[in-house]
């Protein structure tokens, strides 16, 4: 009778989000994860780039976690002024009572502006994804299921609507990043990133395709999803090939009345190993709502000039607020880089493009050298 509870439980929740407005499932990792927060930081790494990131939560002896994870291929195009990369996210939680799973493509282009020093980049960038929201009515109970003395031993008469699937609904997101490469002749160069992302800014209403997600039927439409931050990055250590850098981070998002923020640190001692701590809290309320510390580690290996692959890993505990029973939240990634050698054309910037086109003094995250 304890899992038939359980159970029982679950289709309260249920119930309760498909009357309401969601939240969409968050990841952990900023730096490995701006292109699902802003369509615009698609394809920065320099590189053509296959990544596969998942997430786990809540995790008990007695219950399933909650899992998320996306498998995203980007590709930078440095002779071009647009890039471009494709994704597939999902969302499951607990016993797949209830998944989630979004595709699609998204586009960038990079007007910029260089001077004697500097290097100005304006990103935009659009994402054009579907999803589809579902739930496995077979691991719930319903009360006409219940028997007063022998619990669970009665047929339900509920009907599943759709065989447990939403309508195919559209999620479009935009987003805009400005780029500063500042005395980028010098070894000590110093960059700046400015975002703002909007997710769900435009509702199909009804059919088979519209932005509903009940498995109901029901009007359950998502609230726009806002995300914004401001990235520093600078070197205050260097030395033949040993470095520094040092990349201050804070970010923001909001979507309808539940707003979050966070703040910290990335520190990269190479091109092949990085650190991060990051403070999330929310409503900026540090004692009265719970918040936790997120601690991140990357490490790369290069197979060649051309070939590298990255593994992140993040944890992240409770530091304020309700204390946490359930299992932490531990998130996994990993990623191959490569690029293509083409005919290299007479630029400062040594960008390798064919013989009819020019590079186009984008800014990318140097990961090579």
Known sequence: MKTSWKRIFGI????KCIHSYA??????????????????????????SISFKLKSQWYTPSTSPYN????????????????????????????????????????????????YKSNHNFKIGADISWGMQSVNYNKLVFSDQLDPQFGVNKPTHFIQPNDGRSSIYFNPGFGVVYKGLFNYK???????????????????????????????????????????????ELIPYLSND??????????????????SA???????????????????????????????????AELGWKLNDNRRIDLSLSYCNN??????FAGLIFEFGIAYHFRKLT????????VNCSSFTSPKNKIYDNIWY
């Open 12 to 15: 309260v929740l249920l119930f």
């Open 23 to 48: 939240q969409d499932p968050f990841s952990t990792q900023f730096y490995n994860s701006r292109l699902l927060l802003n369509p615009a930081c698609t394809a920065d790494k320099g590189a053509s």
């Open 68 to 115: 998320s994870g996306s498998l995203v291929y980007e590709e930078s195009l440095p002779c071009s002024i647009l890039d471009y990369g494709l994704k597939l996210t999902f969302d499951q939680e607990g016993d797949g009572l209830y998944r989630t799973i979004e595709g699609g493509a998204l586009l960038v282009a990079t007007p910029s502006i260089r001077r």
């Open 186 to 232: 010098s070894a000590r160069t110093q960059m700046l990133s400015i975002g703002l992302g909007v997710y769900n800014i435009y509702s199909l209403n009804s059919g088979l395709f519209s932005n509903s997600r009940s498995v109901l039927g029901l009007s359950a439409f998502e609230s726009m999803k806002w995300t914004a931050f401001i990235e520093y």
């Open 242 to 259: 040993h470095y520094i850098s040092i990349k201050p981070l804070v970010f923001y998002q909001k979507q309808s009345n539940i707003q």
């Open 262 to 296: 966070d703040a910290g640190a990335r520190i990269a001692l190479s091109k092949l190993l990085a650190l991060g701590v990051y403070f999330h809290f929310t409503d900026f309320q540090f004692t009265r709502n719970t918040g936790w510390i997120n601690l991140n």
């Open 319 to 324: 530091y304020s607020g309700l204390q946490n």
């Open 343 to 350: 005919k290299t054309c007479g630029s400062p910037t040594k």
